[in-house]
C-alpha cells in the first residue's frame, strides 16, 4: 500500500496550491483519509479529514474557510485545495489512510492512521 502525495511547492502569501494524494495497493474508496502537516521544528498536526462516503468533511481550526478536502474514489485519489495561504501554512504536507475500512474513532488524531504519504512541502512566502 502507498500513498503519493504531490503538489506542494513556493507560493506567495494569498496564494493557493491543490495537493493530490494517489493511493496504490490497495482501493481506499471505502477509508476515511486525512490530511496532516509539519511545520518547521513543531510537532505533526491535523489539517484536514473526510469520510469514506464523502459526507463529513473535518478541518483545524486554523484551515477552515480556506482549505477544502475532496476525493475521487474512481480515480483512488485524495485532494486538498487550499486558497488564501498564509506563511503560518508552511509545512511538510502528509496524506494518510487509517488501517480498517468506515470506520476511524477520531478524525484529527494521528495514531488513527496507519498508513502515510511521503510528504510534500509547502511554503508560503510573506
Known amino acids: 500500500v502507498q500513498l503519493q502525495a504531490s503538489g506542494g511547492g513556493l507560493v506567495q502569501a494569498g496564494g493557493s496550491l491543490r495537493l493530490s494524494c494517489a493511493a496504490s495497493?490497495?482501493?481506499?474508496?471505502?477509508?476515511?483519509m486525512g490530511w496532516f502537516r509539519q511545520p518547521p521544528g513543531k510537532e505533526r498536526e491535523f489539517v484536514a479529514a473526510i469520510s469514506w462516503n464523502i459526507r463529513s468533511t473535518y478541518y483545524a481550526d486554523s484551515v477552515k474557510g480556506r482549505f477544502t478536502i475532496s476525493r475521487d474514489s474512481a480515480k483512488n485519489t485524495v485532494y486538498l485545495q487550499m486558497n488564501s495561504l498564509k506563511p503560518e501554512d508552511t509545512a511538510v504536507y502528509y496524506c494518510a489512510a487509517p488501517p480498517r475500512a468506515y470506520f476511524i474513532a477520531r478524525f484529527d488524531d494521528a495514531n488513527e492512521y496507519d498508513y502515510w504519504g511521503q510528504g510534500t512541502q509547502v511554503t508560503v512566502s510573506s
Open positions: 495497493g490497495r482501493t481506499f474508496s471505502y477509508y476515511a
